[in-house]
């Protein structure tokens, strides 16, 4: 866990469908109409209504982030992300995942969300390298959260412990106080 003001990041081995937060973030793809993975288990969870609302979107741009509710979710909301493609990296890939978080972080704060939960995003049926993922995650959330004060809770979702071991090393990583000068 990272204690940043007055925000607690932590990484958890959890089914993100389960989580009572303000809102969970889904790896969506471009059409919003569902799909598989993290995408597939919310809908399934959320239900029917879920989709009637994301069909009134009209889809949703790789690397931006929509708002609906959360439906038979315990979660209020769903913010859904559409993360990039991993094409071998020269692609963009990084800067559009990056963006899913910022954006993700922006609707949220809209919201007046004060809890919000992270899959890992793009690191499933998109194939990003996880490794750099999560650094990009946890960067881009820690960059992105002095213009949204009212969040006071980030969980990392993640569905497996070689997902959660990536996580905890980032955040412990950015826990360790500054080496001093020799
Ligand atoms: N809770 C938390 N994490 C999960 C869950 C869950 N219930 N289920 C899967 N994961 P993916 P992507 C993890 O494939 O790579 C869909 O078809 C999973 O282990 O869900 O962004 C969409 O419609 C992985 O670490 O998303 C898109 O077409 C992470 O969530 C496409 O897949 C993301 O894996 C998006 O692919």
Redesign the pocket.
């Known amino acids: 866990m990272l204690t940043v003001n007055a925000c607690t990041l932590e990484a958890r081995v959890?089914?993100?469908?389960t989580l009572a937060v303000d809102a969970i973030v889904n790896?969506?793809?471009t059409s919003l109409l569902?799909?598989?993975?993290?995408?597939?288990?919310i809908h399934r969870a959320a239900g029917r209504d879920l989709l009637r609302e994301c069909e009134m979107l009209g889809g949703c741009a790789t690397g931006d982030a929509k708002l609906t509710h959360g439906y038979r979710l315990p979660a209020k909301h769903v913010i859904h992300a559409v993360?990039p493609v991993w094409r071998g990296g020269a692609h963009g890939e990084a800067d559009l995942l990056a963006s899913c978080y910022q954006r993700s972080l922006e609707v949220a704060r809209e919201a007046q969300c004060r809890s919000i939960a992270f899959?890992?995003?793009?690191?499933?049926?998109?194939?990003?390298p996880a490794d750099d993922a999560v650094r990009i995650a946890l960067a881009t959330v820690l960059d992105t959260l002095p213009r949204a004060p009212n969040i006071e809770q980030v969980v990392f979702?993640?569905?497996?412990d070689a997902?959660f071991a990536r996580y905890e090393a980032e955040l412990k990583r950015r826990q360790a106080p500054p080496s001093k000068p020799a």
Request: hydrophobic fraction near 40%; glycine fraction near 22%; include cysteine.
């Open positions: 959890v089914d993100i469908t790896a969506a793809n569902g799909g598989g993975g993290v995408d597939g288990a993360g899959p890992a995003i793009s690191c499933g049926i998109y194939r990003f979702a993640c569905f497996d997902m």
